[in-house]
């Protein structure tokens, strides 16, 4: 009865038996450890879970894209709203559900016997269960000090010089893969001070949020005639080359979410693609209206253009009928995702969105970054200059 995917779960079973409960004896199959190995056991690892996109959690979810309590402070990953009862309404549903499957055996003879039936249990094999509690907050580093932290991750250049070499004779550990990857995106990437990045640095910006801010700065320092050409080339040379491996890598570089994401962007302003202002800090206002309206023709017109979009930005959306939160939603993963830019939504009147009160879609990662952060020239500017001597 408890097939994760299909059944029902323990407390709707028992309500179907209710109704079709017959006088004669009947067996009930639960298979042990029919779920995810991984379930929340509390309301804050539900949070964390649809925070993390945890896909074990999926199963239970479904698509997240319907939700519209995720917030997105500055430079962070999107978080709920702990203290709206909605969400917390929400997340108890879903710890209930959770709890049903993880001990639905336990929970099902109980509430028969309660009800006065005999329950005779026999195992069919000898599998132990093997479901396990999901615990928040398993990173290990998340508690340790800041200076701790940089003095464990962060290298200078010598010493990433080393991790080089190395890299070319053997294989990197774990610690030096990451020491290798934070050194790269301070120096490359963000440009920051290395005296002034923490865990957090590491977990949000070079991480999940890596891409995003990536695709921002390319978006704001090229023109887009500039993208477009070098798109255009990259995939008619992968034409012309057939599917090769190259081909395919083309296509799947993420700085190809950037001109459909201008596209979108110039669509929502009113104007042409490359007359969007690449280097607006306080945002770009949108109205509700333009918003839904500009989905339907840009992201869905067709099922075939809705499930490329969704496909290629990343989304779990799957169903076909779309209500106005999961095209907001969209919208949001396209611009975040090609543009780096982050929502920032209104303030509703009486539950709605109404005109007058736009979304603001601004570069939150960058502005985080810079101001959070520092930059890597003001360190560099601190570092003793190496004295030149001119020999006869």
Same mark, same amino acid.
């Given at each position: 009865m408890?097939?994760?995917?299909?059944?029902p779960t323990?407390?709707t079973?028992l309500q179907?038996l209710?109704?079709d409960?017959?006088?004669?004896?009947?067996?009930?199959?639960?298979?042990?450890?029919a779920?995810?190995?991984?379930?929340?056991?509390?309301?804050?690892?539900?949070?964390?879970?649809?925070?993390?996109e945890d896909r074990?959690?999926?199963?239970?979810l479904?698509?997240t894209?319907?939700?519209?309590?995720?917030?997105?402070?500055?430079g962070t990953?999107?978080v709920?709203?702990r203290?709206?009862?909605?969400?917390?309404?929400y997340a108890?549903?879903?710890l209930?559900?959770?709890n049903?499957f993880?001990?639905?055996?336990?929970l099902?003879?109980?509430?028969?016997?309660?009800?006065?039936f005999v329950?005779h249990?026999?195992y069919?094999d *000898?599998? %132990?269960?093997? $479901?396990?509690?999901? &615990?928040?907050?398993? /990173? #290990?580093?998340k *508690?340790? %000090?800041?200076? $701790?932290?940089r003095? &464990?991750?962060?290298? /200078? #250049?010598e010493?990433?010089?080393?991790?080089?070499?190395?890299?070319?004779?053997?294989t990197l /550990?774990?610690?030096?893969?990451?020491q290798r990857?934070?050194?790269?995106c301070?120096r490359?990437?963000h440009?920051?001070?290395?005296?002034?990045?923490?865990?957090?640095?590491?977990?949000?910006?070079?991480?999940k949020?890596?891409v995003?801010?990536?695709n921002?700065?390319?978006?704001?320092t090229t023109p887009?005639?500039?993208?477009?050409d070098?798109?255009t080339?990259?995939?008619?040379e992968?034409?012309?080359e057939?599917?090769?491996?190259?081909?395919v890598?083309a296509?799947?570089?993420?700085s190809?979410?950037i001109?459909?994401?201008?596209?979108?962007?110039?669509?929502?302003?009113g104007?042409?693609p490359?007359?969007?202002?690449?280097?607006?800090?306080?945002g770009?206002?949108?109205?509700e209206?333009?918003?839904?309206?500009?989905h339907?023709?840009m992201?869905?017109p067709?099922?075939?253009?809705?499930?490329?979009?969704r496909d290629?930005?990343?989304?779990?959306?799957?169903?076909?009928?779309?209500?106005?939160t999961m095209k907001r939603?969209?919208i949001k993963?396209?611009?975040?995702v090609?543009?780096?830019?982050?929502?920032?939504?209104?303030?509703?009147s009486n539950g709605?969105f109404?005109?007058?009160?736009?979304h603001?879609?601004k570069?939150?990662?960058?502005?985080?970054?810079?101001?959070?952060y520092?930059r890597?020239?003001?360190?560099?500017?601190t570092?003793?200059v190496e004295?030149c001597?001119?020999r006869?």
């Amino acid at each position: 009865m408890n097939s994760f995917e299909r059944g029902p779960t323990v407390e709707t079973f028992l309500q179907q038996l209710f109704r079709d409960r017959t006088v004669t004896n009947f067996t009930i199959y639960v298979k042990e450890g029919a779920g995810p190995q991984s379930l929340p056991s509390t309301v804050e690892d539900v949070f964390c879970a649809i925070e993390d996109e945890d896909r074990e959690l999926a199963k239970l979810l479904g698509s997240t894209e319907h939700l519209d309590f995720l917030l997105a402070p500055s430079g962070t990953r999107p978080v709920c709203d702990r203290n709206s009862p909605g969400c917390v309404l929400y997340a108890n549903n879903i710890l209930t559900v959770a709890n049903s499957f993880r001990n639905y055996g336990e929970l099902l003879r109980a509430d028969l016997i309660k009800q006065g039936f005999v329950v005779h249990e026999v195992y069919l094999d *000898d599998e %132990a269960p093997s $479901v396990q509690v999901r &615990r928040v907050g398993n /990173d #290990d580093d998340k *508690d340790l %000090a800041d200076d $701790v932290w940089r003095a &464990r991750y962060v290298v /200078d #250049d010598e010493a990433y010089r080393k991790l080089l070499e190395k890299d070319e004779i053997d294989t990197l /550990d774990e610690v030096e893969v990451r020491q290798r990857h934070i050194y790269e995106c301070i120096r490359n990437v963000h440009k920051v001070d290395p005296r002034r990045v923490d865990h957090n640095y590491e977990v949000v910006h070079c991480g999940k949020e890596l891409v995003p801010f990536q695709n921002y700065i390319r978006f704001q320092t090229t023109p887009f005639s500039d993208i477009m050409d070098d798109f255009t080339r990259a995939l008619r040379e992968g034409d012309m080359e057939g599917v090769t491996k190259e081909y395919v890598a083309a296509r799947g570089d993420m700085s190809r979410r950037i001109p459909f994401a201008v596209m979108l962007s110039a669509e929502l302003l009113g104007c042409q693609p490359g007359e969007v202002e690449r280097c607006k800090e306080d945002g770009f206002a949108v109205e509700e209206d333009a918003l839904q309206a500009i989905h339907d023709t840009m992201l869905g017109p067709t099922p075939e253009r809705l499930s490329f979009v969704r496909d290629f930005y990343g989304m779990d959306q799957t169903a076909e009928s779309l209500t106005a939160t999961m095209k907001r939603n969209a919208i949001k993963k396209v611009l975040h995702v090609g543009l780096g830019l982050n929502h920032v939504a209104p303030k509703k009147s009486n539950g709605k969105f109404v005109a007058g009160r736009p979304h603001l879609f601004k570069p939150l990662l960058w502005q985080e970054v810079r101001e959070k952060y520092g930059r890597l020239d003001e360190y560099e500017a601190t570092l003793p200059v190496e004295g030149c001597v001119i020999r006869p």
